[in-house]
């Protein structure tokens, strides 16, 4: 892989409001619905959350040791890369990329969520269709080159969340059991810790700005780890607040609520001499930056990515065109995009949550496997931060991965079954690309040709046989006889494709 | 090689663009917006209320093999351009 040098210009409170930027999104915002319902965790999704914070602690600790040895661009790819290199390392990066794009799509779907309610007054938003649109304005966006500012949304974040602590703590503050005090309860437990784990994953983005850090050998293992601890100790005080002003009679169906915990929590305090509805409004506002916030992270992150596959050949290279105008990678943002809009449109917001938790507890599998591969293999490697205890560090790391995993599959979770097979073809359409570039460039073309030519041949076959009245297709109406034309259309179109790339002399 | 270069552009481009189409025909029919399924069953005169997710898996596949076709081809005609 070449390298690419970026200027360090970054200190330990830009790596912080990087970490925080990205670790305080969305998700608290739209997912303890889902982890706090009564069905589910309940109130003990306190517990859940100190377990899915320990476990990002944990591997973050992996992180902090690779990212202080290896201060380079690419983040996890790189480190796999480092210390497996080959199909573990694009494994990496992909699953990277797809829990990038998973996320990004989620964050579009909490944007929509918190902007119906916003101006629910007004206008009764579509969710999914608002969603694709706000992709779509990001979109267009990024290729313009507009970049967020660093600490502003960070910083109103933490007023934000700060206000409604005071506030939940002085107005109505329930006391609660924040234990699992009932043992039938665990794979509810297990299933809010899946569902609470995002919430801490943002606090990896600090390593995707490893190569811009200055004197990196501090500053990425001690904005990782303290980040990583702010933000159990933020999530922790937001929901106890959140739970405490609606417990216990709101925590039945809350799953299925179509207003957010933190705006129903928000609705009970009240604080003179604001309007009793002013605290709404500020939680509404929060809910829709935490939002924009997630997905410029999101969407920065699956370019570098996509960007740094393309460059070592995994992905076509076409990806890596830049704007003439622009100087933005506009291929690969397009592509990322088109992601982004398929998965948002499903509108699902529990199963994006827990597909993008699978992607990503993987990648901190294959992180903790390669710290524990380097010390082994390249003890002399400089390691300017070591992870404390270790092995027992990168162990409990991916036990707690694991763990997270699999209970709910174990127990039958159906989102977790989903997203297990989500993963598998994940994995088998990663072995496809990896394998593909094996075969080469000149090769993939004649393999494109070949299946235009088949996809013809076959609506050459199909009109046949329909003319011939061999199968019974009847066209009953003008719009049938224009869906007809289409087909014509994309049967001589498939059959000119096939041939052109058949044809093509490129033999990169 | 200069009606080359312009039937890749032509094809290529065609290609992506129909391929896009198809992907939101996809999202389109599984909202069921402006009432798609009951229009698409009434335009086939064939029953789809099971047979439904199978023709959006292919489309869906489809849609996305002709923008990666697409693509190459309009890789290659960017490349005789530049």
Redesign the interface.
């Known amino acids: 892989m070449s390298k690419l040098k970026l200027k360090r210009e970054l200190g330990l409170f830009d790596g912080l409001m990087v970490g925080l930027g990205a670790g305080m999104g969305i998700e608290i915002f739209i997912l303890l619905n889902y982890a706090a319902d009564f069905e589910v965790a309940g109130s003990a999704v306190m517990s859940a959350l100190f377990l899915s914070g320990l476990a990002n602690l944990l591997t973050m600790l992996s992180y902090s040791e690779l990212g202080a040895a290896i201060p380079e661009v690419g983040g996890e790819y790189t480190y796999t890369k480092a210390a497996y290199g080959g199909l573990l390392a694009f494994l990496a990066g992909w699953f990277r990329w797809v829990s990038s794009v998973l996320g990004a799509a989620l964050a579009a779907l909490g944007f929509a969520i918190y902007a119906r309610e916003l101006f629910s007054s007004f206008i009764s938003l579509n969710i999914?269709l608002t969603a694709i649109i706000i992709v779509f304005v990001f979109t267009v966006l990024s290729i313009r080159g507009i970049e967020k500012p660093r600490t502003i949304i960070p910083v109103a974040l933490i007023i934000v969340f700060g206000v409604f602590i005071l506030g939940g703590l002085l107005y109505g503050l329930q006391p609660q059991p924040i234990l699992p005090v009932n043992l039938g309860k665990l794979p509810g437990f297990f299933e809010a810790a899946v569902y609470t784990v995002p919430m801490f994953f943002g606090v990896r983005a600090i390593v995707a700005s490893g190569a811009q850090m200055k004197n990196p050998d501090k500053n990425i293992p001690r904005s990782l780890i303290l980040c990583a601890l702010l933000m159990i100790v933020i999530n922790l005080s937001v929901a106890y607040v959140a739970i405490g002003l609606v417990y216990p009679e709101n925590l039945v169906g809350l799953a299925g609520s179509p207003e957010p915990l933190l705006v129903m929590a928000a609705r009970t305090v009240h604080i003179p001499p604001f309007p009793p509805e002013s605290s709404v409004v500020i939680v509404m506002v929060a809910g829709v930056f935490a939002a924009l916030a997630s997905l410029t992270t999101a969407m920065m992150v699956q370019s570098s990515i996509m960007l740094g596959l393309t460059r070592d050949g995994y992905l076509?290279?076409?990806l890596l065109?830049i704007h003439h105008r622009f100087k933005t990678p506009y291929?690969a943002i397009l592509a990322n995009s088109?992601f982004i809009i398929?998965f948002a449109?499903?509108?699902v917001v529990v199963f994006l949550a827990y597909a993008a938790s699978f992607g990503s507890l993987l990648v901190f599998i294959l992180v903790n496997l390669s710290l524990m591969k380097l010390r082994k293999e390249k003890p002399y490697l400089k390691r300017p931060f070591k992870a404390p205890l270790y092995p027992v560090t990168p162990v409990a790391g991916i036990a707690a991965a694991l763990l997270l995993m699999g209970i709910p599959i174990a127990f039958g979770e159906q989102n977790a079954e989903s997203a297990l097979m989500l993963a598998f073809s994940l994995v088998i359409l990663a072995l496809m690309t990896y394998h593909l570039r094996m075969v080469g460039y000149r090769n993939?073309?004649v393999a494109?040709g070949g299946?235009?030519l088949g996809?013809g041949g076959f609506m050459v076959l199909l009109f046949y046989l329909t003319m011939t009245e061999s199968i019974p297709f009847?066209i009953?109406?003008p719009?049938?006889l224009v869906?007809f034309l289409v087909l014509i259309f994309?049967c001589v179109?498939s059959i000119?494709?096939g041939i052109?790339?058949i044809t093509?002399k490129?033999g990169r | 090689m200069f009606s080359r270069r312009i039937l890749v552009a032509a094809v290529g481009w065609i290609q992506v663009l129909t391929g896009i189409i198809a992907v939101a025909l996809v999202y389109i029919l599984y909202q069921n917006f402006f009432d798609a399924q009951s229009v698409l069953q009434t335009i086939l005169n064939i029953p789809l209320e099971e047979s439904l997710p199978l023709y959006l898996l292919l489309l869906l596949i489809f849609g996305l093999f002709w923008i990666l076709s697409g693509f190459s081809l309009i890789q290659e005609w960017r490349e005789g351009t530049s």
Do not use: C, D, E, Y
């Open positions: 999914p076509p290279k076409f065109s291929i088109l398929i449109g499903t509108g993939l073309r494109i299946m235009s996809v009847t009953s109406s719009l049938g869906l994309v179109v000119l494709a052109l790339n093509a490129s």
